[in-house]
């Protein structure tokens, strides 16, 4: 499975950004893709989920509803769609894809720099 994740960039207090995140390879054992995020200085943190079904999602609670993620399986492409930023959204955010045997998250794509300006 290989996950390319894009659409990342600066972009001012308040705005907006959608991230894509593009699926290949063996998606038939893919259980869910995940988006995380690395802020400088801090550690990797989990910020969204689906199933590769897209029925069940979820999303951190320390977003408060900012962001949300969805998908395009007929695209094998997955979005971030974040809203209001802020500052303290400023990270590396990587999508990655859970298999179906494992549930954990084994296959990361080379992440997506979203810098938010103050």
């Known amino acids: 499975v290989q996950l390319q994740a894009s659409g990342g960039g600066l972009v001012q207090a308040g705005g907006s950004l959608r991230l894509s995140c593009a699926v290949s390879?063996?998606?038939?054992?893919?259980?869910?893709i995940g988006w995380f995020r690395q802020a400088p200085g801090k550690d990797r943190e989990w910020v969204a989920t689906?199933?590769?079904?897209?029925?069940?999602?979820s999303t951190a609670d320390f977003l408060r509803g900012r962001f949300t993620i969805s998908s395009d399986f007929a695209k094998n492409t997955i979005y971030l769609q974040m809203n209001s930023l802020q500052s303290e959204d400023t990270a590396v955010y990587y999508c990655?894809?859970?298999?179906?045997?494992?549930?954990?998250?084994?296959?990361w794509g080379q992440g997506t720099l979203v810098t938010v300006s103050s």
């Open positions: 390879g063996r998606t038939s054992s893919i259980r869910s």
């Open positions: 990655a894809a859970a298999q179906t045997t494992t549930r954990s998250f084994d296959f």
């Open positions: 689906i199933t590769w079904s897209g029925l069940t999602t």
